[in-house]
């Protein structure tokens, strides 16, 4: 189409960059249906991965110190190379009234004086969060400071929560006025109601528990299985992961994989009595949320900003990372206690149906985002 298309057009135009990942490929799920009820706007997604032989490097170190120097914003240079001919190709096939970048750091290639449309970045994380939540090592100034001129240059600056907006208006010196908190955007239809009597509900000692989580090791996995065995008694454990890390000498804990996200969403979460995510390292792992809306208590450890999603002892229990009796005496407490298992688990999906309602948040986010534009459309 030709650069005055949107002159014609009564539907505003937004070219989305996203990071072609699970948890982004969700919430761009969830935001579809939002926009066409609207019928005021129309989406473009240009999708941003990372060159292949770097994802095979950061899948093969992964945890050592050079996957931390080949971080954040060692993805945020990758990003601005890779998705500069690409956004250029895109923004002169047509004319866009604003851009959001999903995964802040992909907005590196929006920094150039070049690129002059108004653009909002989402962020999950920030290298500042990263350091003081799990140790995040090999960052330069020079590194935080590409962080910085992104969230400068930005009209609008989403954090996907309480903990990531401070982050950025604290450790980054941005405006309060142009950061705001929007929940991970997930739809909830695919999930059923909890279980009116969970397997275990009303039974001390017995508790149906589960874990879903691809990277076993860094979401905590092999922590749990751990904790686990130190329990004992009448629980089982039930984990969705990666092939490679099923054990079968585990007594009580069965493996499971490539389970569509539509089971775990139907059949899965809904016939549990707990749920774990005991991660070494992590961000806002929408698992949790689902979890909450599935009306089961928590068990995750406090990193990154799952605290944002997990209020201790009020919907969950978080605990350390990387420590066994921790998360073995937080596993303990719910098998115990049945009805403490329902008063965090009934939090939880309260908390969940009413902080993320994905109808009320992409709203928000989308009439944020048309806020920023300077462009005047002609009739």
Not at 328 to 337: F, G, W
């Amino acid at each position: 189409m030709a650069a005055g298309e949107n002159m014609t057009n009564d539907k505003d135009r937004i070219l989305v960059v996203a990071v072609d990942a699970l948890g982004w490929r969700t919430q761009l799920a969830s935001l579809g249906p939002i926009v066409e009820q609207r019928g005021d706007i129309e989406l473009d997604i240009l999708k941003y991965t990372s060159p292949r032989p770097l994802r095979i490097l950061l899948k093969d170190i992964y945890p050592g110190p050079l996957h931390r120097r080949l971080s954040l914003v060692s993805q945020a240079q990758m990003a601005g190379w890779v998705l500069k001919q690409p956004l250029a190709r895109q923004m002169a096939a047509h004319r866009y009234e604003a851009a959001l970048f999903l995964g802040h750091f992909t907005a590196a290639a929006a920094l150039p004086a070049s690129f002059s449309l108004p653009f909002s970045v989402y962020a999950d994380v920030t290298i500042a969060l990263a350091q003081r939540r799990f140790g995040a090592r090999g960052f330069r100034q020079a590194d935080l400071d590409l962080e910085r001129r992104i969230f400068e240059k930005a009209r609008h600056v989403f954090g996907s929560g309480e903990t990531i907006a401070r982050s950025i208006v604290e450790d980054y010196g941005i405006d309060p006025r142009k950061v705001s908190i929007c929940p991970p955007l997930i739809h909830f239809d695919g999930l059923n109601a909890p279980l009116a009597t969970q397997p275990g509900q009303d039974l001390a000692g017995q508790a149906k528990i589960g874990f879903i989580g691809n990277d076993f090791n860094r979401k905590g996995g092999n922590i749990l299985v751990e904790a686990f065995g130190r329990l004992g008694g009448g629980s089982t454990l039930e984990v969705v992961t990666q092939a490679s890390a099923h054990r079968d000498d585990l007594p009580g804990v069965s493996f499971r994989s490539n389970v569509p996200h539509a089971e775990l969403m139907k059949d899965f979460l809904p016939s549990l009595d707990i749920f774990v995510l005991p991660s070494r390292e992590d961000l806002s792992p929408l698992v949790l949320i689902e979890a909450a809306a599935a009306g089961l208590p928590v068990v995750a450890s406090n990193v990154g900003a799952i605290p944002d999603i997990v209020q201790d002892e009020q919907t969950g229990l978080l605990v350390p990372s990387n420590d066994v009796p921790a998360l073995t005496a937080a596993l303990r407490r719910l098998v115990d206690d049945p009805a403490l298992r329902r008063r965090l688990g009934q939090a939880a999906r309260q908390r969940a149906v009413q902080f993320y309602d994905v109808n009320r948040n992409s709203e928000t986010l989308l009439d944020r985002i048309l806020a920023t534009t300077t462009v005047k459309k002609v009739a």
